[in-house]
């Protein structure tokens, strides 16, 4: 029985990473192996920082958040603390939305929290 290579598919799994690796310098976007190394280790950092991107982006809003609240006399634990007692269902994302944006509005949640405490 004659030896049969699916060169159909080891052409489209070659295009599919040299394809993925356009732009990469040298070597990385010209040859197969080093190409598809560079390529996969591309997609596990993309993997990884899709989930480290929810970590940072909350990160940065606690900061917003604690720096505005500290320019009402507040911290953040008491702004947060107030707003939960005062029953205002408000996220982070929004708080510093409105502490980057409209400090009036946020000043107003200041002066609500600081009445819950």
Known sequence: MPRTVNNVAHKKRKKKYLKAAKGYVGG???LYRTARQAVEKGWLYAYRDRRTKKREFRR???????????MHKL???????GLKKAEVDI????LAHLAFHDMEAFAKL???????I
């Open 28 to 30: 990385r976007s010209k």
């Open 91 to 94: 996220d982070r994302k929004i």
């Open 60 to 70: 940065l809003w606690i900061i917003r958040i604690n720096a505005a609240a500290r």
């Open 75 to 81: 911290t953040y634990s008491g702004l947060i603390n």
């Open 110 to 116: 200041c002066d609500l929290a600081r009445k819950q």
